[in-house]
């Protein structure tokens, strides 16, 4: 059995003040001067710490706040209120929601697992990946706790093209050489972020991650400089068309490469494949309507790895806008299985993993890893602002980010993801999170049960008036 995968998080402080979901008013006027003042009594010190933030010109007391509400509930003159923070409402967008932003904040600064003491008040499910329930039935079964040890639970996946089957000769040899694979400990491949001030040293921090991780860097060709070359074996630099050349000295020094999807992107494969037989050859596919075929297509022609790369969103591309990422998924995934092919190519998808329960749901609805960028960036303290878009300041001069402690925040993220996606394979009884690929009977969704079970209940004539049992 291989060592247990362990991630090392150490707690890392932000730079900046982080904006509470809700914000303290203290009163000074018609103060009775308790003797003993609820500000005193705060269990978390929250008064006593406060200062004025000259960057943000705000009291720093909402990031020390827990919402407990002593303060509220005690002053006599009700003199201490709490009211909603608009600085919080205006982070992220529609998708990256602000409860995303600081979810993701608050995993890379300690490294643990969000938790709710006051419960979820939420809906019960949602649109896209909120829309699917996962089977936890096991999850009484202590053995299967993958987090604290009392049993080896594997995240390994491999990446890299698989046989449809064996042939031996009369000595049992394999008369044919297998493809070569890669393994990595994580489900999950690290990418430069699209957007975001201060790119080199977050492009630094993210490589750096990966090193650590052990697992891969996904990094535009053009934006890997000669600082970065030092880390060839985690890279994984992604060539168009026309930036691809057979003497690039990078190519030597990695294991995996991409390739953005186009007309003659198999000649080119092989082409790289006769130069370089030992590099796997990733093929970047865009999720529009003509995905699921061209997923086929590639497979059947000997792609060693494909990945379907969506919107910010968690969308389809183009004429497949109105698509969310988990349908496409599925239909590709589905596919591959009706063809006999789901085995011998590797699935990579992008675009909208949010979430640390993004990823068992994505490798539920048949992949086999997934590639996180925004995240990556929100971790670096990033609110998603998008001032960077438009030429504007960083808020949180990611600019002047130390790439150790960038590093550091990113290790803590992905370490408290992995721990989630553990708690969910441990949960359904499940030894290695490659099993878990495309078990759609491990999860139920809404839209099935809207359909399947729902429907036929409220179904009838039109025009028909419900009928009712007289009382």
């Known amino acids: 059995m291989p060592a247990k995968y362990h991630i090392h998080v150490k707690p890392v402080p932000p730079r900046f003040t982080t904006p509470g979901k809700s914000t303290i008013l203290d009163w000074g006027e018609g103060c009775l001067r308790c003797t003993t003042c609820v500000k ?29 509400y002593r303060c509220v509930q005690g002053c006599p003159r ?13 982070l992220g967008d529609q998708y990256w929601t602000p409860e995303v932003i600081q979810v993701t904040w608050y995993q890379a600064e300690t490294g643990k697992i969000p938790v709710s003491g006051a419960g979820y ?42 046989p449809l089957f064996l042939l031996f000769d009369e000595n049992r040899n394999l008369v044919f050489t297998p493809p070569h694979r890669l393994e990595i400990p994580l489900p999950i491949i690290l990418a430069e972020p699209s957007l975001g001030a201060g790119p080199r040293p977050v492009r630094q921090a993210v490589v750096s991650a990966a090193q650590r991780l052990g697992t891969l860097a996904l990094l535009p060709r053009p934006h890997i400089s000669a600082d970065l070359k030092k880390f060839a074996p985690v890279m994984v630099p992604s060539y168009t068309a026309d930036t691809l050349t057979l003497e690039d000295p990078l190519l030597p020094r990695v294991r995996l490469l991409e390739l953005l999807d186009h007309p003659k992107v198999l000649e080119q494969v092989e082409e790289v494949k006769k130069r370089y037989p030992r590099i796997i050859i990733s093929v970047k596919v865009p999720a529009n309507g003509k995905v699921v075929n061209r997923v086929k297509e590639l497979t059947e022609a000997g792609a060693e790895v494909i990945h379907l790369a969506a919107s910010d969103e968690a969308q389809g591309l183009a004429d497949a806008a109105h698509l969310h990422l988990k349908d496409l998924l599925r239909q590709c995934h589905q596919r591959l299985v009706e063809f006999h092919l789901r085995d011998t190519v590797t699935l990579l998808v992008s675009g909208g993993i949010a979430l640390a329960e993004h990823i068992p749901k994505a490798i539920i609805c ?18 998603l602002c998008r001032n960077c878009v438009y030429g504007e300041s960083c808020p949180v ?10 590093s550091q925040r990113l290790v803590n993220l992905l370490g408290a993801w992995n721990n989630q996606l553990l708690e969910v394979l441990g949960a359904m009884g499940l030894r290695e999170v490659r099993r878990l690929r495309g078990e759609v009977g491990r999860a139920m969704f809404v839209e099935d049960l809207e359909r399947e079970i729902f429907a036929p209940l409220f179904a009838r004539p039109e025009g028909e008036a419900l009928k009712r049992e007289p009382t």
Not at 41 to 68: G, M
Not at 78 to 90: F, I
Not at 372 to 383: M, N
């Open 78 to 90: 009700e003199l201490v209120v709490k009211t909603a923070n608009p600085q919080y409402a205006h």
């Open 121 to 162: 008040g939420g809906a019960f499910a949602g649109k896209g990946f909120d829309g699917i329930w996962t089977d936890m039935s096991e999850i009484v079964r202590p053995t299967r706790d993958g987090i604290h040890g009392r049993e080896y639970i594997s995240t390994v996946i491999d990446l890299g093209r698989k």
């Open 40 to 68: 005193q009594s705060c269990p978390y010190l929250a008064f006593k710490q406060r200062s004025f933030d000259d960057i943000s010109l705000t009291d720093t007391i909402d990031a020390f706040c827990k919402n407990c």
């Open 366 to 383: 048949g992949a086999d890893g997934v590639i996180v960028d925004l995240p990556l960036l929100i971790a670096l303290e990033c609110r």
């Open 397 to 406: 001069e990611m600019e002047h980010l130390n790439v150790k402690r960038g």
